[in-house]
């Protein structure tokens, strides 16, 4: 059994508890910042499915209390964390299907997406339609799945060096991708692991699909990044 904050004193009381998932023995028995969580037939999921829980998963379960202290789910949100982020100029953007590429990443703006004008305009009533090809922008994004979707999307004054944080999904020395984009590296390029400098060859052993990868330097009209620094982090 998993362990709870509520007891039977609290049965029929109406919960709203977001966190991450802390344990986990099924989809049907789970528990998020440490309070039992069960789901049911009848419990509804939105932005995921009852196989995508799962240790560490952030959620937002909505429910009642039942007469062992366990809380039962009426509804469960799976609230995806940025786990990209893009400085760099917007290559091209498309009002039809909203969506922007900046550094060969395509991503879509949504009505959920946080847009802010931090550049001289300063435009108080800011959206994509406001975005042209050559802004520089400061994009923070997560995939659902299908698509990489904006979480925020800022406008700035151009800045002399483009950056990219992610996931790496591919490893082609002297290259390295994040998501669609590339970065490419060179004898320029200083290379670091966990704040530890080391050169190219033992940096390229190291770096493996999956890492969080973090790299600064220029990028080309084609969207692909020259690296003066490229760092792999925990």
Known sequence: EL???????????EVEL???VTSFVSAEDFSVNGVAVSTTPATEFEGGAPADIALNVRVE??????????????EIDFELESNLEVQGLVETKSDLVSEITVLGIRMTVTSETQLI????????????????PGDF??????????SVVADLLKRTNPEDKSKLQGLVSAVVAPSIFVGEAEIVTSAQTDFE?????VNSDDFFITV????????????????VLTADEVELED
Request: charged fraction near 25%; charge should be negative.
């Open 3 to 13: 362990g709870s904050t509520f007891s039977a004193e609290d049965e029929d009381t």
């Open 117 to 132: 004008d931090e550049s001289d305009t300063q435009l108080r009533f800011f959206s994509l339609s406001d975005i042209q």
């Open 193 to 197: 692991v966990n704040d530890t400098p």
């Open 61 to 74: 379960v909505e429910g009642v209390i039942n007469a062992d202290g366990v809380l039962v789910a009426d």
């Open 137 to 146: 922008t400061i994009v923070k994004a997560f995939s659902d799945g299908t």
């Open 18 to 20: 977001e966190g991450l």
């Open 208 to 223: 493996m699909v999956g890492d969080t990868l973090s790299a600064q330097g220029s990028s080309t009209t084609s969207g």
